[in-house]
Structure formats: C-alpha cells, structure tokens
C-alpha cells in the first residue's frame, strides 16, 4: 500500500479491526519512510454477474429481483422467507465462485428448482410453470414425470447406477389401456 505523502510502498500494520459490521477489516497504517499514518480498508471483492436472458438481452443479476419471483412462487406453501432468502444468498455465492460472469436465465431457473426440489414440491412446481412459460397441462404432467423420477433417484441412486436414466413414459400404455376398456364396456 503506497503512502499517500510520499509515495513509499513499505507500512507496518499499527492495528486491525473489522468494520462495517463484518464486511470489512479496516487497518491503522505507519508508512515505513516518512512515518505518516494512514488507514485502509480491506474488503471482499464483489464480482458483478451478467444475466442473459431469453431474448438475449443482458442485465446484472439481481439478487431482490429473483428473491420476488421465487417469494411468488412459494405464497401460501409454509415457506419461511428468510429460508427464501438464504436460497437466494446460496445462489448467490455460487455464481459468484463461478469462473464465467455470465449465465443465461435458464440456467438461474434451474438452479432455483434444484434447490425448491429440496423444499417444497408445490414450490417446485410453481416455479417451473412460471419460468418455464407452462404452456398447458402437458408441461405440468411432464414436470411432475420429471419430479417423481428425480425423487426415485434420489431413493435409488445408493443401489443402481441405471436410475439415473430417465425411465420411458409409460403415457402411451395407458391411452390404450383406456381405450380398450372404452370399447368393451
Ligand atoms: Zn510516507
């Protein structure tokens, strides 16, 4: 740290303590040369991370912005929002450890599920009809597929390697099913 008088690199350290509740350590400094004392402030580096949406449009991650969506998506589920938020916050320092500073939406969202999957299934659900753009019941069917086979290998990943593979739909079994049962009643 160069000295603000006469430029000399060489300080010893007088004292150190932490400011700004924690987010900080602020540093009582003697330069080394000219004997002048001055102070620093050492803090964590904050990285922005760029957000490319679906139209290809980018803005800076919005930590608020997300928590409102997913508080959104999780009224009346008994989620606490400070849990919310501490998912928020998950997320957060996750992009930030990242090595990329962009990441698409898509992305985001499906990092939010991955963590909703854990907490709540209604929650879940809601989420991904929201950034998904659910277009009909088919989508809803679809993610409740994807959802119970997560959950099976969640159930089964200690045992079989093989249920990590997403087991066929069984929907075309079942329309036969039911139209035979139509046409011999
Ligand atoms: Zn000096």
Do not use: W
Request: with cysteine.
């Amino acid at each position: 740290m160069r000295c603000p008088v006469c430029q000399h690199t060489n300080s010893r350290v007088l004292e150190s303590r932490s400011a700004e509740s924690g987010k900080s350590i602020r540093r009582r400094r003697e330069c080394l040369n000219c004997q002048h004392r001055f102070t620093t402030y050492e803090r964590i580096e904050f990285v922005t991370v760029t957000v490319i949406k679906k139209d290809g449009k980018k803005e800076s991650f919005d930590k608020l912005k997300l928590l409102r969506g997913i508080i959104r998506s999780c009224e009346k589920t008994g989620i606490e929002p400070t849990e919310l938020e501490a998912l928020v916050d998950e997320i957060e320092v996750e992009l930030q450890g990242r090595t990329q500073r962009e990441v698409t939406s898509a992305e985001i969202g499906e990092i939010v599920l991955s963590k909703l999957v854990h907490i709540s299934e209604v929650a879940y659900i809601r989420f991904a009809s929201v950034y998904r753009k659910f277009q009909g019941i088919r989508d809803f069917v679809d993610t409740l597929n994807h959802l119970q086979n997560q959950k099976n290998n969640l159930d089964f990943n200690s045992t079989s390697l093989e249920s990590s593979e997403i087991s066929p739909k069984p929907d075309a079994v079942d329309c036969e099913t039911s139209a035979s049962f139509a046409t011999s009643s």
